[in-house]
């Protein structure tokens, strides 16, 4: 994630979460379901 600054990507991860695409636990994170979270960033739906 080079050239990304914390604040996008914690943004992107709130938004990922709420969407119930990833689940974060500590230091870990949980893809719930990778086809749809591949199709999110390959349709760069979260990245404005």
């Known amino acids: 994630m080079a050239g990304i600054c ?13 969407d119930n695409l990833l689940d974060v636990k500590r230091s870990k994170i949980l893809i719930k379901d ?4 591949k199709s ?5 739906i979260y990245v404005k």
């Open 6 to 18: 914390r604040e996008t990507v914690s943004r992107i991860i709130k938004q990922f979460k709420e």
């Open 34 to 37: 990778i086809e749809r979270f």
């Open 40 to 44: 999110c960033y390959l349709n760069k």
